[in-house]
Every structure is written in structure tokens, then in C-alpha cells.
């Protein structure tokens, strides 16, 4: 067999992310409980029943799915008559798949997979919205079957160490209208005026398979987020949102520098890791102290000098975009 014709090898990713494409979940074309909330065009293309242009998914989301599995193949093997496991509900047209349902307590459980990073983001600032907006439309479409809701659990758990947070809460119907307000939204605009709510180089708009479609138009070559200027080509108004986006950073960089400052009069710690403090915030302070080592640059060019040799260097290209002076024109 020649070169030409052996077939391409797989990597173990690839295989992992074939077999995710071909279950039944990941071909579903109409939009679900899972993505309300998210991107709103993405939602758009689900609900204009646009065909996707990229096979999406990722072997993040397919370590996800295995932990789903396995709880499910347990749940199945020890779950009560009257526990629903991996159970299709609709709710406002809307379809899903809850985890679990546990009847005796009248709570539903729902698994999410994320990084260790991420839930410590989760552990202070609390569910995404988009998952407040999901568990409560697989209650709302349980209540409307006749079984009770009067807990949700959402599970987080951390993939690359295995910690696992647990959130609680009871059923709220403004969660519920809001997410029905929110599809509506986006049924009234038409899909290619929707706003793309994830940046492009993000695992979300990485990982979409309707990333082609989405960011088709931007100037070849560039950012793909230069099909913002293409669509509404009025560069002085995007340069007026750049120079207030980063007078805002400075602002609240100041504001931070400040407030850190005044209350490292509380600080108990020398080094390490602190207690946490409550000073009748709604949450703790904790100060962690760490010592690092970086690399003496200078040092090291010197004794490269010594023996007249050069320091290995690494090429990286980036783009700065600076505001200078008109050369006719007053200074901003």
C-alpha cells in the first residue's frame, strides 16, 4: 500500500470525537433547553433550521458525556420505579434531556462537567444563567406532567481533578420567563442581526457548528471579528468604542488598585493562604501570598554574551493598535 493509498491516521481525539458526532443528541437540529441562554445566533440558526457547517463538539464535551453515562447506567441499575433517568421532557416547544428526577424528594439533578478553573468561578459567583434557565425549564415541563419539583440540584463537577460543588435551589418561575422572553427575542430578529455572543477564539465559537456560517465575511487574512466592520462599516464609531472600552479598564483598574489597597489593613497573613475573613460582605475575603521565580533575563544574556553566543529566542508575532495624534489634528 503506498502513502497515497493508506488512510489517514486517527489520533485517539479523533476517535473520541467520531463517536460523539454520531449519537443521537449531538445530530439534534432544532434548538434545546441546553443552549437558551447561550449565543443568541446560535440559537437563531436552531430555530431558522439552518444546517450546520462545522461537525462542533470537542473531546472536552466528550469526557462530559462519559461521566453522564456512567452515572446513568448506575441510576439506571438503582433507581426507583418512580425516578426518571435520562428523561425526555418539553417544555414551550422546547425539548430536553433531564439527568435524573428523584420522586421520593421531589428534586431534579442535573450534571455539569467543567474545569477545575471554572468552578472555582461557579463556587463564588454561582450557576450560569444558562443553567438556571435549563433546570428550571425541565422543572416547569415536570410540574406540567403532574410530578412535583421542589429542589434543583446542579452538580458541578471539576474533570481535571475530580472536586465536585454542589448547588441547590428551589424552582423559580421569573427564571422560567425570562428564558421563554429571551427565545422570544430571538424569534423576532432575523438570524444573520443577531448578536454573536462568544469571542472566536473561544472554545464556545471554536467548538460551534455553526462557526463557518457565522463568522463568514470577515477580511481574509484578519481578526474574525472584522466582519463587524464589514457589516456596519463605520470605523470612527468602532474606534470610539475602543477608546472608551479602555479608559473603562483604567478606570476600574484604579478602582481596584484602591479598594485592595485599603483593605490590606485587614490582611492576617505574612505568607500563604489566609482564613477567611467576613467584614459583612455578602462574601469572604481570603489573601493568598506566593512567591515566584522568573527567569533573569538580563543575566542570561550576559553569560550568552560571555562566550560569545546568542540566547535561544522564540518568534511570536502580535498586533498592537495604539491611538496617536492626527498629524493636523487636536490630541483626544
Same mark, same amino acid.
Given at each position: 500500500?503506498?502513502?497515497?493509498?493508506?488512510p489517514a491516521e486517527r489520533t485517539t481525539a479523533d476517535l473520541l470525537l467520531e463517536w460523539d458526532r454520531q449519537r443521537p443528541r449531538?445530530?439534534?437540529?432544532?434548538?434545546?433547553?441546553?443552549?437558551?441562554?447561550?449565543?443568541?445566533?446560535?440559537?437563531?440558526?436552531?430555530?431558522?433550521?439552518?444546517?450546520?457547517?462545522?461537525?462542533?463538539?470537542?473531546?472536552?464535551?466528550?469526557?462530559?458525556?462519559?461521566?453522564?453515562?456512567?452515572?446513568?447506567?448506575? @441510576?439506571?441499575?438503582?433507581?426507583?420505579?418512580?425516578?426518571?433517568?435520562?428523561?425526555?421532557?418539553?417544555?414551550?416547544?422546547?425539548?430536553?434531556?433531564?439527568?435524573?428526577?428523584?420522586?421520593?424528594?421531589?428534586?431534579?439533578?442535573?450534571?455539569?462537567?467543567?474545569?477545575?478553573?471554572? #468552578?472555582?468561578?461557579?463556587?463564588?459567583?454561582?450557576?450560569?444563567?444558562?443553567?438556571?434557565?435549563?433546570?428550571?425549564?425541565?422543572?416547569?415541563?415536570?410540574?406540567?406532567?403532574?410530578?412535583?419539583?421542589?429542589?434543583?440540584?446542579?452538580?458541578?463537577?471539576?474533570?481535571?481533578?475530580?472536586?465536585?460543588?454542589?448547588?441547590?435551589?428551589?424552582?423559580?418561575? #421569573?427564571?422560567?420567563?425570562?428564558?421563554?422572553?429571551?427565545?422570544?427575542?430571538?424569534?423576532?430578529?432575523?438570524?444573520?442581526?443577531?448578536?454573536?455572543?462568544?469571542?472566536?477564539?473561544?472554545?464556545?465559537?471554536?467548538?460551534?457548528?455553526?462557526?463557518?456560517?457565522?463568522?463568514?465575511?470577515?477580511?481574509?487574512?484578519?481578526?474574525p471579528r472584522s466582519v463587524l466592520l464589514v457589516e456596519d462599516p463605520d470605523a470612527a464609531g468602532w474606534a470610539a468604542k475602543l477608546?472608551?472600552?479602555?479608559?473603562?479598564?483604567?478606570?476600574?483598574?484604579?478602582?481596584?488598585?484602591?479598594?485592595?489597597?485599603?483593605?490590606?489593613? @485587614?490582611?492576617?497573613?505574612?505568607?500563604?493562604?489566609?482564613?477567611?475573613?467576613?467584614?459583612?460582605?455578602? @462574601?469572604? #475575603?481570603?489573601?493568598?501570598?506566593?512567591?515566584?521565580?522568573?527567569?533573569?533575563?538580563?543575566?542570561?544574556?550576559?553569560?550568552?554574551?560571555?562566550?560569545?553566543?546568542?540566547?535561544?529566542?522564540?518568534?511570536?508575532?502580535?498586533?498592537?493598535?495604539?491611538?496617536?495624534? #492626527?498629524?493636523?489634528?487636536?490630541?483626544?
Amino acid at each position: 500500500m503506498t502513502a497515497v493509498d493508506r488512510p489517514a491516521e486517527r489520533t485517539t481525539a479523533d476517535l473520541l470525537l467520531e463517536w460523539d458526532r454520531q449519537r443521537p443528541r449531538s445530530r439534534q437540529r432544532e434548538l434545546g433547553w441546553s443552549e437558551v441562554g447561550g449565543c443568541r445566533r446560535r440559537a437563531g440558526y436552531r430555530l431558522a433550521g439552518a444546517e450546520p457547517t462545522n461537525p462542533g463538539g470537542s473531546v472536552q464535551a466528550v469526557l462530559g458525556t462519559a461521566i453522564h453515562d456512567a452515572v446513568q447506567q448506575r @441510576l439506571v441499575e438503582t433507581a426507583a420505579p418512580e425516578d426518571l433517568v435520562e428523561y425526555p421532557v418539553e417544555f414551550a416547544g422546547i425539548p430536553g434531556h433531564l439527568d435524573r428526577y428523584e420522586a421520593e424528594h421531589a428534586r431534579l439533578v442535573d450534571v455539569k462537567t467543567t474545569s477545575s478553573r471554572w #468552578l472555582d468561578h461557579i463556587k463564588v459567583h454561582g450557576p450560569e444563567r444558562s443553567h438556571l434557565w435549563q433546570t428550571n425549564g425541565y422543572a416547569a415541563a415536570l410540574i406540567g406532567q403532574g410530578r412535583p419539583v421542589r429542589e434543583i440540584v446542579i452538580d458541578y463537577i471539576a474533570r481535571d481533578t475530580g472536586d465536585l460543588h454542589r448547588w441547590t435551589g428551589r424552582p423559580d418561575p #421569573l427564571q422560567v420567563k425570562a428564558a421563554l422572553e429571551w427565545i422570544r427575542a430571538v424569534r423576532s430578529v432575523p438570524v444573520d442581526m443577531l448578536n454573536r455572543d462568544y469571542a472566536p477564539d473561544g472554545p464556545f465559537c471554536q467548538h460551534c457548528p455553526f462557526f463557518n456560517r457565522c463568522w463568514d465575511g470577515a477580511t481574509p487574512g484578519r481578526d474574525p471579528r472584522s466582519v463587524l466592520l464589514v457589516e456596519d462599516p463605520d470605523a470612527a464609531g468602532w474606534a470610539a468604542k475602543l477608546w472608551q472600552a479602555r479608559q473603562d479598564i483604567a478606570a476600574a483598574k484604579d478602582r481596584e488598585a484602591e479598594a485592595k489597597g485599603a483593605l490590606d489593613a @485587614l490582611r492576617p497573613n505574612e505568607a500563604g493562604g489566609s482564613d477567611v475573613l467576613d467584614v459583612g460582605f455578602e @462574601l469572604g #475575603l481570603l489573601w493568598t501570598i506566593t512567591d515566584s521565580e522568573r527567569l533573569d533575563t538580563t543575566q542570561v544574556r550576559a553569560e550568552y554574551a560571555r562566550v560569545g553566543a546568542r540566547p535561544p529566542t522564540k518568534t511570536s508575532t502580535s498586533t498592537k493598535l495604539s491611538f496617536v495624534p #492626527l498629524p493636523d489634528g487636536p490630541a483626544p
